[in-house]
DNA sequence: AAATCAATACCTAAAAACTGGTATTTTTCA
DNA sequence: TGAAAAATACCAGTTTTTAGGTATTGATTT
């Protein structure tokens, strides 16, 4: 398998080199350190695997693997990143990443999900990945929140206004204020503030 | 050279120790994944170096360094961190770290520091530092921010309104309403929605 | 077919937040 | 020691949120 180390911290991607490179199956084709040099480098040394980080300088890794994906429909990328958040989670899932780990994984981890994501399947399945990803459904549905007050928490989060929200899915105010109480009541909190909070802290 | 590496990440963890293991006047003598851990291996273990992460869980590495430093005043240590954060690199040197390194380091830089420091100089002088002290600008907004700002910003997380901080805070609602005003101005945000959104993502 | 839920909309009044000022004292630091 | 920054406080006016409600319509479910 040949591999490309994307990631711009060198003692991490040189680290990730040393630690794999002796595999008997791996061949460690490349390294680049930001995210320009990714689509450089695939373009002259197509590599089987590229593990990528998202924080990049110039370009970062969710834009770089959502361009290289459209070109090499067959390129495997595993995201390898410190977070956890369910939004870049969904973001790779919905580019058509084939593997997402976190760096606090282990060597055992990460070369289990090479192999897997080189034999074809999705590796997403990470517990604390897993716990993140669940999360929004778990929390609506713990609360009983209607899909049209989820998406006003979401534009709340934006810091929009009850007028801006209105105006946005073509509603009257009074209707945005009704779901906010709602959620309010539904959630039992005391403002916006804690609401935003709240939703912060449970993945919505 | 007896080192023992500090770091959640276990993969950066594993793989700094895998770049360097072979060099030939360094031993690791052990590997740490949080706060507490440091603490409780130099006890046991007396390290000459410690690789010392700052965003460890349980306790953070600016907190440990000072712990160690006063029990162990030989004790050399190296904050190994992604961030050029003058504030970081400045309560290092008044903690009395001797060395300070980022992650985008190479191994060389890595080597020599360990060297240089296991002689007893001290090694801030990285070219990287100083080039990237203006990167990380979420950061840095945060840092302008004074010590009361950040005060009425957890505050404000927890949901209370500018009344109820002026009371736990002894203030008039007047005072906590200028903070509130300036926090917006200097954030460059909307409202208190937004404010919460990125007190959290930044981890305020 | 009746009941429930989701989504919509309206009303009022009070409370809180936001805007754009000014201004004094205290603390920090060069 | 003098200037700058931080913390404090005030005011007036506007906008937004919050807390009480009520009420209609369409979809779903029992």
Redesign the interface.
């Known amino acids: 398998m040949k591999i490309l180390i994307a990631d711009?911290?060198?003692?991490?991607n040189?680290?990730?080199k040393?630690?794999i490179i002796n595999e008997f199956n791996i061949e460690i084709i490349g390294q680049v350190?930001d995210g320009n040099a990714v689509t450089a480098f695939v373009k002259k040394h197509l590599p089987d695997i590229i593990l990528l980080d998202i924080n990049m300088p110039l370009m970062n890794g969710i834009e770089v693997a959502e361009i290289l994906l459209e070109s090499y429909p067959n390129l495997k990328i595993i995201a390898?990143t410190?977070y956890a958040e369910p939004k870049y989670i969904k973001e790779f899932q919905r580019i058509g990443v084939q593997g997402y780990l976190l760096?606090?994984?282990?060597?055992d981890e990460?070369l289990k999900t090479i192999e897997s994501v080189f034999l074809g399947n999705k590796m997403y399945n990470n517990k604390l990945i897993i716990n993140n990803l669940h999360s929004e459904d778990s929390f609506v549905k713990l609360h009983n929140l209607t899909k049209r007050e989820v998406e006003v928490i979401k534009f709340?989060?934006?810091?929009?206004?009850s007028q801006a929200i209105a105006d946005k899915l073509f509603l009257s105010v009074f209707t945005v204020d009704t779901h906010r109480k709602n959620i309010l009541f539904k959630l039992n909190?005391?403002?916006?503030?804690?609401?935003?909070?709240y939703a912060?802290?449970n993945g919505i």
Chains 1, 2 share one sequence.
């Open positions: 711009d911290h060198q003692l991490f040189d680290g990730i040393s630690l350190y390898l410190m760096k606090n994984a282990s060597k990460l709340l989060k934006e810091g929009m206004t909190l005391k403002n916006t503030a804690d609401l935003i909070k912060m802290e």
